[in-house]
């Protein structure tokens, strides 16, 4: 392979805008799977001894995408050329390696750490170099160890068919591997284990790895300890992305700050506010801390799975916000507290339709019994009065009125309604309907560029939204973010961190803030430290 580019400042920032393009995409598209499996079989081509194929971007020359094994891929290809459109300094050899990254943590995976700095090629390798479905034992080692792979890679590799389905038109196989196959976890193993399962697919090279001893090891771990089979898989998929590939660990501090950071999209976002939902309704008495993130992190990733399946990404970020959005910083009343979930409060005219994500969460926590219903904050089992969110129909003297009473400011107040971005309004609910932007589910600045757009038409604009134009102290903000979407991006971060840290204190000997902020950092809620995301500021959804 050829060596890797030199991978400077400008390089990283788009490679972190491609990931959020990616996350989008995938989220709205269900695309996951064919993503991942791009990925797999652009990498998987590599031979060790020649140190020819692997992931170098080939896979879209026409003579290799009409090998047999990739049947199909020309929709990936294609899903892929619309990133690349917008980003066309990346290589394909690290667009498509990102989008494996990308389709396994949207799906609920674990976080894989991924470097750029790949080189396309031009040259195809011989057709065969992929696994054959039909095949063994013998064949899958032949294949895996002509990669410089080992048999814990094969076994946790594998279980990338947790996602997707297989179809007859390209394999000659149809069905999927598990019930879920939109959900990253360690399914494909458990189904494995138990034989024959109606509806479900096994290969013959799914049932190799029950064939041989030092496979079905593994097998029986990963399917009884899905953290082990995380750890594993996640080592195991950055070997693959890097076969032929030496990644350059640069000095560039931008780069390693960027290459722990989960971007986000609108799952990625709503990820983040149900989990500080979470944190905020549920702490264990009885469990350490460790305990506790580890809960929290297998949360996170049920919460990304259920929000992709579900695509409620709007609702769960309005959720958030309302939980948080009734804080009163002279009583320390209210707040990002859990009250939200109490029948009384939950039956306050702004928070209509919100049971449905009251109980979409109720989904996860019911999967994690060591969190527990515990109050963090005085006051916290007691609903607040009525009336503390924003009234959709006011102008900008209530707007100041509800964020002043926060201790939030007047670009608080422009960033965090930049949350619109996300969603529609419904009638039923606030008595206003449509969306504000052309792709509601989609996290981006084009709040701001409708505002701005005297001609747009079909698309909302509150009393609330026209109030950021007509007042000159907002309007500096909403023309600013226009035209400058990682300012946004930024200045949103900071602003979504103080909505949700609005009220934190010590409580019980536990630094609720410090455990809160940690954890909603190491889950995705990383807005904390970058600029790759968004909240939301939702009234109306």
Sequence with gaps: MAEPLVVDGEYLKEVEKARRDLRALISSKNCAPIMLRLAWHDAGTYDVNTKTGGPNGSIRNEHELGHGANSGLKIAISLCEEVKSKHPKITYADLYQLAGVVAVEVTGGPTIDFVPGRKDSLESPEEGRLPDAKQGVSHLKDIFYRMGLSDKDIVALSGGHTLGKAHPDRSGFDGPWTSEPLKFDNSYFVELLKGESEGLLKLPTDIALLDDPAFRGYVELYAKDEDAFFKDYAESHKKLSELGFSPVRSS????????????????????????????????????????????????????????????????????????????????????????????????????????????????????????????????????????????????????????????????????????????????????????????????????????????????????????????????????????????????????????????????????????????????GVALIATLLHKGQYHITH
């Design 252 to 523: 560039n501090k931008e780069f390693a700050k960027s290459s722990v950071i989960i971007a986000q999209s609108a799952v990625g976002v709503a990820v983040a506010a149900a989990v500080v939902i979470l944190i905020l309704l549920i702490m264990s008495s009885s469990s350490n801390n460790r305990e506790y993130a580890n809960e929290i992190e297998k949360a996170r990733r049920d919460l990304r799975a259920l929000i992709l399946a579900k695509n409620c990404a709007p609702i769960m970020l309005r959720l958030a916000w309302h939980d948080a959005g009734t804080y009163d910083a002279k009583t320390k009343s209210g707040g990002p507290n859990g009250s939200i979930r109490l029948p009384e409060e939950l039956n306050h005219k702004a928070n209509t339709g919100l049971k449905f994500a009251v109980d979409l969460c109720e989904q996860v926590k019911s999967k994690h019994p060591i969190i527990t219903y515990a109050d963090l904050y005085q006051d916290s089992n007691k609903p607040v009065e009525e009336g503390r969110l924003p009234d959709a129909t006011q102008g900008a003297s209530h707007l100041r009125d509800v964020f002043y009473r926060m201790c939030l400011n007047d670009k608080d107040i422009v960033v965090l309604s930049g949350g619109h971005t996300l969603g529609k309004a419904h009638l039923e609910r606030s008595g206003f309907e449509g969306a504000w932007t052309k792709d509601p589910l989609k996290f981006d600045n084009s709040y701001f560029k409708q505002l701005l757009d005297r001609n747009s038409k079909g698309l909302l604009k509150l009393p609330t939204d026209k109030v950021l134009v007509e007042d000159l102290e907002f309007r500096r903000y909403v023309e600013h973010y226009a035209k400058n979407e990682d300012a946004f991006f930024e200045d949103y971060a900071a602003s979504h961190k103080k909505l949700s840290e609005l009220g934190f204190k010590q409580s019980g000997g536990i630094n609720v803030k410090t455990i809160g902020v940690a954890l909603v950092v190491s889950i």
